[in-house]
C-alpha cells in the first residue's frame, strides 16, 4: 500500500511528502457507551489509513483517494466545503484545526486503507486521525495535544459529516498503542493501558458484509431516548444511573426508552468486570462478558439484525470463548475471542454455514493490537 502510494504521489504531484498513517479500532466491549458518559475498551489495529503529504504553497488543498478513485480540490474557507463526502472529513479537519487557532495551510495528498468500509472498525476515524496528526506535524509542530486531536475528529464527524458520534473512535485511533487496549473514561477522557496479548486466544472478526439501509438515523435515535432516561433521572448522562433508580422511574418513560437504558446501564458495570478479569487473565470472563453484551445489543438496544444474531449462535455452538456485535449494528461484524486450536474449523464452518443460509460468505479479519496516528517516514 505504501509503495502504491509513493508512486501515485509521484506522478500526481512530482516528489515526495511525509507518509503518516492512523489505525482502525476494534472495540472489546463497551458498546453506545461513548455517548452515555460511560466507558470503553477499545485498541487500535494494524489495519491503516495511510496518506503521503506535502505542502503546497498554495491557500488550497489538492487531495487524491486511491481507494475511490477521486481527486478534490477546494480551500480553507468555510464557503469552500467540497461537494464529495469522503473530502468533507480532510476539509473539516482543515476546519476544525483552523477554529482552535491551529495552522493549516494548503498541501498535497494522496491516501489508501486497508480498513474494511462498513465493519465497524472505524474508517472514517482513522482517515481523520492520519490528517489531523499530519497537519498538526506540518503546520503547528505538534503543539496540538492528542486529546484535541481526537475532539478534532469527533467535531468533524459532527459539524461536517452529520454523525452525532462519542469520542471513543477517533481516542482508540489517536492513542492505540501496540500490544494494549485501553480503558476510557469518556466523560473525564482519562484512560489506562491494559496489556493484551493473550497467550492461547486470538481475536478475530466475522464481516456479515450485510448493512441494512434504515429510514431513520437508528443511532441517533437511540442516542435520544438515553438522554431523555437522564434528564428524567436529573443527571448528566446514564453513566451516573443504576437499575434501581432506572426502575424507579420505570412507570414514568416509555417501555423503548426503558430497555435503552437497561442496555446502557449493564454495559457500563460490563466494562468494570473485563479489566478485573483482563487483569486476572481469565479469559473466560472476558468471554462470558462479550456474550451477554450480544444479548442486551440484540433485544434491549435493538441493533442488531438476523445475520448478526446467526453469526453469534454459530459462534456459541462452536465452543467460541466470546463473540458479540461490534460498532453501531445492523450490519457489519461480529469480534470473536476464540482459542488459537479452535480457529482454523470456526472460520472454515462459519463462512460454510453462513453461506449455505444467506447465500454469500462472510469476510474474516484476524486483528493484531497495534499502534495508533503515527509518522511512517519522513520526507
Not at 478513485?69 to 482543515?94: H, M, T, V
Request: with cysteine.
Amino acid at each position: 500500500m505504501q509503495n502504491k502510494i509513493e508512486k501515485i504521489f509521484s506522478e500526481r504531484f512530482g516528489g515526495e511528502g511525509n507518509i503518516y498513517a492512523s489505525a482502525g479500532r476494534i472495540n472489546l466491549i463497551g458498546e453506545h457507551t461513548d455517548y452515555n458518559g460511560g466507558f470503553v475498551f477499545p485498541g487500535a489495529i494494524d489495519k491503516v489509513i495511510m496518506a503521503e503529504i506535502r505542502p503546497n504553497d498554495m491557500e488550497k488543498v489538492r487531495v487524491f483517494s486511491i481507494d475511490i478513485d477521486e481527486y478534490a480540490e477546494f480551500g480553507l474557507k468555510e464557503e469552500d466545503a467540497p461537494s464529495q463526502s469522503w473530502a468533507r472529513y480532510i476539509f473539516g479537519i482543515c476546519r476544525e484545526i483552523q477554529k482552535r487557532g491551529g495552522s493549516v495551510k494548503g498541501f498535497d495528498a494522496v491516501f489508501a486503507g486497508n480498513v474494511p468500509l462498513g465493519a465497524g472498525l472505524s474508517s472514517s476515524a482513522a482517515l481523520e486521525s492520519c490528517f489531523a496528526f499530519a497537519l498538526n506535524d506540518l503546520f503547528n509542530g505538534n503543539s496540538i495535544d492528542k486529546f484535541e486531536l481526537a475532539k478534532i475528529g469527533q467535531s468533524t464527524e459532527h459539524n461536517y459529516c452529520g454523525v452525532n458520534c462519542g469520542i471513543m473512535d477517533q481516542f482508540a485511533s489517536v492513542f492505540g498503542k501496540e500490544g494494549h487496549l485501553m480503558r476510557l473514561d469518556c466523560r473525564s477522557l482519562e484512560h489506562e493501558y491494559y496489556p493484551f496479548n493473550p497467550e492461547g486466544y486470538r481475536l478475530v472478526l466475522v464481516d456479515s458484509r450485510v448493512k441494512h439501509e434504515l429510514k431513520d438515523s437508528p443511532y441517533n435515535k437511540r442516542r435520544e431516548s438515553c438522554e431523555r432516561v437522564a434528564k428524567r433521572l436529573g443527571i448528566e448522562t446514564l453513566r451516573d444511573a443504576d437499575m434501581d433508580m432506572l426502575n424507579a422511574i420505570k412507570g414514568d418513560i416509555s417501555a423503548e426508552d426503558y430497555f435503552r437504558a437497561k442496555f446502557v446501564i449493564e454495559e457500563k458495570e460490563r466494562v468494570l468486570a473485563v479489566c478485573d478479569a483482563l487483569v486476572a487473565g481469565d479469559y473466560e470472563t472476558v468471554g462470558k462478558k462479550m456474550y451477554e453484551t450480544h444479548e442486551g445489543l440484540s433485544k434491549d438496544y435493538e441493533v442488531s439484525c438476523v445475520e448478526l444474531d446467526y453469526l453469534n449462535d454459530v459462534a456459541k455452538e462452536m465452543g467460541v470463548t466470546g463473540s458479540r456485535i461490534m460498532g453501531g449494528g445492523f450490519g457489519g461484524c461480529t469480534i470473536n475471542l476464540l482459542p488459537n486450536a479452535l480457529h482454523d474449523k470456526f472460520v472454515a464452518e462459519v463462512c460454510s454455514r453462513f453461506n449455505e443460509k444467506y447465500g454469500h460468505e462472510p469476510m474474516i479479519y484476524d486483528v493484531v493490537i497495534s499502534d495508533g496516528a503515527r509518522l511512517v517516514k519522513k520526507a
